[in-house]
């Protein structure tokens, strides 16, 4: 079975930093393409944080653009988000997103809409 586990998440200060991590895990993955991350603040809907392609390439939310930086470790199927210069703004759930195919014993099976569980990151002082 795969799983997006997230971790990092908590409370800062405005201005303060944090790193989110988001691990894929199970024994049968083949392959990760893009990874992302997104977020829901209370009464708004999901929106894009930012992503990475498999080769690195990134793209962000104009919001975040020069205070995030997403990364990603292909060798640990992990993607990461430093926060900087946090806004009380930033405070939401933050969602891990992932393009996997794995092998189930028999095929591959692709989930390309895949969620982890979110962790709330909350920024005030």
């Known amino acids: 079975q795969v799983q997006l586990v997230e971790s990092g998440g908590g409370l800062a200060q405005p201005g303060g930093s944090l790193r989110l991590s988001c691990a894929a895990s199970g024994r049968s993955i083949f392959s990760i393409g893009d990874m992302g991350w997104y977020r829901q603040a209370p009464g708004k809907q999901r929106e894009l944080v930012a992503d990475i392609t498999s080769g690195g390439r990134t793209n962000y939310a104009d919001s975040v653009k020069g205070r995030f930086t997403i990364s990603r470790d292909n060798a640990k199927n992990t993607v990461y988000l430093q926060m900087d210069s946090r806004k009380p703004e930033d405070t939401a759930v933050y969602y891990c997103?992932?393009?996997?195919?794995?092998?189930?014993?028999?095929?591959?099976?692709?989930?390309?809409?895949?969620w982890g569980q979110g962790t709330q990151v909350t920024v005030s002082s």
């Open positions: 997103h992932a393009d996997i195919t794995y092998y189930t014993g028999t095929n591959f099976r692709r989930l390309s809409d895949y």
